[in-house]
């Protein structure tokens, strides 16, 4: 299967290089829920989100000829989604504050999460979060970045990038015991 989408991919990839207008709008359907999906849990609003997404298929397809291997497309046009969304938010001047206090050792809000939560009420909450504790969470958590590459784009020490991990767990656990409260 695997195999059969790269062949695919390939295939649209190669007429996009020949200005395919057509093969254009087949790869942004394939990949703008998954890459809008990215941008608006970074971006944290969706009007955001969707400007994201089309500067970053704009560039996509400007850049497309850099492009050395086409089976790292799929990771190319995530970085470049992720970049774009990090500009989108350094845009609105956040602040990343290292959190003093915080130790590997406190208390893990991981551990605190009830695993029956709908994921749209969790979705929610994450949007909820203040802008720098949401990107490293959403890089971190469901992009799976390390917090040395995560310092690296987001231009802050690892230290950071860790506080601001644990502080939007905190936050997130505590918002969504709020919300399930709330209920």
Known sequence: MEKDTFNINSQIIG????????????LYKNY????YNIAVRITGNRMDAEDVLQ???????????????????????KRIVINNSISCIR?????????????????DAEEDFNMNIDPAVVHTAIKELPDGSRSVLVLHA??????????EMLSISESTSKSQYKRALELLNTNLKNKIYER
């Open 15 to 26: 007429r996009c290089l020949e200005g395919d207008v057509k093969a254009q709008f087949m």
């Open 32 to 35: 703008s829920v998954a890459m």
């Open 55 to 77: 500067e970053s298929f704009v560039t996509v397809f400007e850049r497309l000829n850099e492009l050395e291997n086409i089976e790292s497309f799929t990771g190319w046009l």
């Open 91 to 107: 845009k609105r001047k956040i602040v990343f504050e290292d959190i003093d206090g915080l130790s590997e050792n406190d208390h």
């Open 142 to 151: 469901l992009e799976g970045y390390k917090h040395r590459e995560i310092a």
